[in-house]
């Protein structure tokens, strides 16, 4: 009845039979990999997290230091002093500083000559030239105007800083993953529904050439059927190399040695969670509102310690001489002294009042600062949550449109074996077709990236898994279903 297939069209099908095998043993070698999973290795691998992580720990240091500030300071010192003679000293000039010396200078006046050489006899070396000596010092502030209490204060407010500003790059990196986690789940099934074109092109082009050796149809509509075969085999190529890209920006993202492929797939809800819930966690619990909580904490520790400036400081300190040479000055000298020191600043060159007004200011700032995040966050929910009900009710609508599209494919496909459509209409269904199915697709992974944001800003991104485990499968034609994978 129909003519001989050509050689070269009986290899075309066999290799287009064949290119799924291909790509499941490909997929074969690659480590299957649940969106959990992934996350958990995002958590543990990725640099920038890591870095927040260390940061929260030189944060912590930092605050430690701050509370040394309350210990006294105790040092050790040695010195050599040269001077240019040594220090003496003699009677007359001991009588010249006594009560009575004139008395006693006019005295030693009348003596013989020879003992008015006394005072050469007598003088007496206080220290040598070479001065070396070694003590112990400590100093121990008991009042400083708040000044240490204000610097704690701002290095836990940093502390905190550094640990909300971790909850950031840990909620940035989840809506990341779930981008490129679920782009490639999509670019998957794109690959399939690219694939099903061309195995459903290639039958039509089978029965194309049959008809044309029959006399049936024009050789014009053979044409139109392989042009429309080659277009598709060009597209499934495209959307390929989109898979690969996309396997391997996951891959990169979980920093997996071996190739990586999800197991989970792209899911949606009946209808979208409430808003209300969203919106009302996300401002009670968003570490940037954190951050900038922590910002005034640190304005206020300045304020405090700018106000310290115009207090006295108070302190007590010690001093105990360890070597202090055999000169009489030495063993006159005692071996330790304590005391109270006050220090009270009268005129300040650092700009203290100026540095108090900027400390207020910069108080006010942080204020309006998060007055306005907190408008851009509400904003941001309810964006995030409007475009989750869009891509839910476009998903839902375009079930009809594949139903419709399924039928006329049948249709078109079954008038031009009878003589009564042409190629070209039946390409047009199978691209119709094809365009829905990844329409709906799309708007799926739309809806999977909307509900992660606002799971992710709202600090629940924990409850992804309940809202997999709670998901309805996604069917796009009897041979192109995705579904809720088991969680790993």
């Known amino acids: 009845m ?179 986690y679920f782009s490639t789940v999509l670019a998957e099934q794109v690959v399939q529904t690219r694939l099903e074109v061309e195995q459903g092109l290639a039958k039509h082009l089978d029965h194309a050439k049959k008809m044309e050796a029959q006399g049936q149809i024009a050789r014009v509509e053979r044409l139109q059927a392989e042009v429309s075969y080659d277009k598709a085999k060009t597209e499934r190529k495209k959307a390929q190399r989109d898979l690969d890209i996309a396997h391997a920006a996951l891959q990169t993202l979980v920093k997996s040695n071996a190739p990586v492929t999800p197991s989970n797939g792209l899911f949606t809800q009946e209808t979208v969670p409430a808003m209300s819930a969203f919106l009302a966690k996300t401002l009670a619990t968003y570490p940037g509102l954190k951050v900038l909580d922590a910002k005034r904490q640190q304005a206020d520790g300045l304020v405090d310690l700018e106000k310290g400036k115009y207090y006295p400081q108070v302190f007590l300190y010690g001093n105990y001489n360890l070597y202090e040479g055999d000169s009489l000055t030495a063993e006159l000298t005692p071996d330790w002294a304590v005391g109270v020191g006050v220090s009270i600043p009268l005129v300040d060159n650092g700009g203290r009042s100026d540095k108090l007004k900027a400390a207020h200011s910069t108080a006010v700032q942080v204020n309006h600062l998060r007055a306005q995040a907190e408008q851009d966050l509400s904003l941001l929910v309810e964006k995030t949550w409007r475009e989750a009900g869009q891509a839910l009710e476009e998903y839902q609508g375009l079930a009809s449109s594949i139903s419709l599209a399924d039928e006329n494919l049948r249709l078109r496909e079954k008038a031009f074996v009878q003589g009564l459509s042409t190629s070209l209409d039946v390409v047009d269904a199978e691209l119709y077709l094809a365009s829905i199915k990844t329409q709906q697709l799309v708007a799926a992974y739309q809806y999977v990236l909307s509900l992660s944001r606002l799971l992710a800003i709202s600090g629940d991104m924990n409850d992804f898994a309940n809202y997999q485990a709670a998901a309805l499968q996604l069917s796009t034609s009897p041979t192109l279903s995705l579904h809720t994978s088991q969680q790993g």
Not at 32 to 51: M, P
Not at 55 to 75: D, G, K, Y
Not at 90 to 102: E, F, K, R, T, Y
């Open 2 to 180: 129909f003519a001989r297939i050509p050689f070269s069209l009986r290899a075309l099908a066999l290799v287009t039979l064949l290119f799924p095998v291909t790509l499941v043993s490909q997929n074969a070698h690659a480590e299957s990999l649940s969106f959990a999973e992934a996350w958990q290795a995002v958590l543990t691998r990725n640099d920038a997290i890591a870095a927040e992580r260390a940061n929260v720990q030189r944060a912590e240091h930092m605050e430690n230091a701050a509370s040394a500030h309350h210990l006294p300071s105790i040092s050790v010192s040695g010195n050599y002093t040269r001077l240019d003679q040594n220090v003496e000293v003699s009677p007359s000039q001991l009588a010249h500083h006594m009560n009575g010396g004139d008395a006693i200078g006019n005295l030693a006046g009348l003596l013989p000559p020879s003992l008015g050489n006394l005072d050469n006899m007598l003088t007496t070396t206080l220290a040598d030239r070479d001065v070396y000596t070694s003590s112990i010092r400590a100093i121990w502030p008991i009042f400083t105007g708040g000044r240490i209490l204000a610097a704690e204060d701002i290095a836990s407010a940093q502390k905190e800083e550094a640990t909300y500003l971790m909850q950031m790059a840990q909620q940035a990196k989840f809506e990341d993953l779930a981008k490129v």
